[in-house]
């Protein structure tokens, strides 16, 4: 069975704060997407990985770094935590061929930064 | 660049109204997905589209792809409890997806 699983489902932290959100698939997957999630606007995608060591930014890069150093690992790093970046994070993978292919959601992390 | 609208962004129906929420991209798209996510939980895969006109069916929910795969539909028959969530189309976009904002169904027992 599909399994995607992320570090923390609740997170709290504060300002100026490293921050490292972990993300790990067991399917064996190229493909890894960072999306945030905020009410009203939908997913917008972060940063996201075709391949180890490999990074792209997504829509929404600034403030955030990943890294990729495992293929079933893709790391989220926030360097210094800021209030707007309370949000959920939701990490995806999908199977090689291209993001045509079905997104497997983890369970997300919720932070809060204070 | 490629964008994904979807309306409505909220809907509010009575248990066993229908439900239907609509998605289009600013460019033709080689394939559609939809996802659905429960409150509290993740997006969930639902199906993918990929050939113009394409109408497929699970059980009470009917997607349809437009003919000029600029557009499809989610189409919920007879609503009930469980359809609660927000519903997501997706569209790729350069190696990645786009996905609309979500519709945002909930159902009035």
């Known amino acids: 069975d599909v399994k995607v699983t992320q570090s923390s489902r609740y997170l709290v932290k504060r300002t100026g704060e490293k921050v490292f959100l972990e993300c790990v698939q067991d399917?064996?997957?190229?493909?890894m997407f960072w999306y945030r999630q905020d009410p009203g606007l939908g997913l917008r995608l972060i940063y996201f990985?075709?391949?180890?060591?490999?990074?792209e930014k997504g829509d929404i890069p600034e403030g955030y770094s990943v890294s990729r150093e495992k293929k079933e690992r893709f790391s989220l790093i926030l360097e210094s935590a800021s209030t707007n970046q309370t949000s959920m994070y939701l990490c995806?993978?999908?199977?090689?061929?291209?993001?045509?292919?079905?997104?497997?959601f983890g369970p997300g992390t919720r932070l809060t930064v204070l | 660049g490629q964008q994904v609208m979807q309306i409505p962004q909220y809907q509010h129906v009575q248990e066993g109204e229908d439900f239907t929420t609509y998605c289009n991209s600013s460019?033709?798209?080689?394939?559609i997905q939809w996802y659905k996510q429960r409150p509290g939980g993740h997006p969930v895969f639902l199906i993918q589209?990929?050939?113009?006109?394409e109408v497929k069916k699970q059980k009470r929910l009917t997607f349809q792809f437009g003919e000029a795969k600029k557009n499809s539909s989610l189409h919920i028959t007879a609503t009930q409890t469980t359809d609660v969530g927000t519903y997501f189309c997706?569209?790729?976009?350069?190696?990645?997806?786009?996905f609309g904002d979500g519709t945002t169904l909930t159902v009035k027992p």
């Open positions: 995806a993978s999908s199977a090689p061929g291209g993001s045509t292919d079905t997104q497997y």
């Open positions: 589209l990929v050939k113009s006109g």
């Open positions: 990985s075709y391949d180890v060591k490999m990074k």
């Open positions: 460019t033709t798209l080689s394939n």
């Open positions: 997706a569209g790729p976009r350069a190696g990645k997806s786009t």
């Open positions: 399917m064996d997957h190229e493909n």
